[in-house]
């Protein structure tokens, strides 16, 4: 699937407007398959690892994309903020991944990210920044 083209599969469209974001994230994160969640993210994104570690490029992004889908198990979330400034949209989302994971083992994943969403030139909303872990204290020392 071409995500770069929002329109080829309904399921997994971008959102046209900033209320939408965390319902087009929940469908692209919750397919569970990084190519289709690579197609939320700007050219140029970043997705920030639990380590506070900045992921470049669509072969990072997606190797860290590939740890959260290795549970097998559906994200939930909740928006606190949603803060729109122009073609810039701050989301700070409670989320979390629960259950029984693939492996058998217990998976309790929940944090509040601290992400930045930009309005692209085709009118659609995709994320620059994606800091699942953005309100913890992180030491890169």
Known sequence: MNNQNPTNNRKYTLSTTPEGIVDSLLAHINSLD???MLGFYE???ILVNAKGEPQRG???IGAE???YFSFGL???ITARHIFVAGDLASLVLD???VGIGKNGEKV???ATSN??????SDGYWRYIIDNPFGTQVRSLY
């Open 34 to 36: 990084v190519e289709t």
């Open 95 to 97: 989320w979390n991944i």
């Open 43 to 45: 050219s140029d994104a």
């Open 65 to 67: 994309l590939s740890r």
């Open 115 to 120: 992400d930045i969403a930009r309005k692209g």
């Open 108 to 110: 309790h994943m929940v």
């Open 74 to 76: 559906p994200m939930s």
């Open 58 to 60: 669509r072969e990072d």
